[in-house]
């Protein structure tokens, strides 16, 4: 069964910074090219990031070009989306996703960005 544990958000001001977690099991991680998507209140849900499988490649919605970071540890099975910067048009409960932007995700971590 996948499962797919996103942690790391929380409130944070203008300017601030987070770094979300997604804990991974139930399948071949280190085979599998994995994406950061989110949805804001009253939103669709909108792709953030994704990596290969090895990581060597990666992709960012405008949005989110030189403000966040997106790797990987193959080893411990878990995929990082570091944020810089953060605005408050930011604010969305973020989700890891397996394969594709719409495949499977976790529950997902509370983003708020507000001063």
């Known amino acids: 069964e996948v499962q797919l544990v996103e942690s790391g958000g929380g409130w944070v001001q203008p300017g601030g910074s987070l770094r979300l977690s997604c804990a991974a099991s139930?399948?071949?991680?280190?085979?599998?090219?994995m994406q950061w998507v989110r949805q804001a209140p009253g939103k669709e849900l909108e792709w953030v990031s994704g990596?290969?499988?090895?990581?060597?490649?990666?992709l960012y919605a405008d949005f989110a070009k030189g403000r966040f970071v997106i790797s990987r540890d193959n080893r411990k099975k878990t995929l990082y989306l570091e944020m810089y910067d953060l605005k408050p048009e930011d604010t969305a409960v973020y989700y890891c996703?397996?394969?594709?932007?719409?495949?499977?995700r976790g529950q997902g971590t509370q983003v708020t960005v507000s001063s």
């Open positions: 996703t397996k394969d594709e932007p719409s495949g499977p």
């Open positions: 139930g399948f071949l991680f280190s085979e599998t090219p």
């Open positions: 990596i290969n499988s090895g990581g060597s490649m990666k």
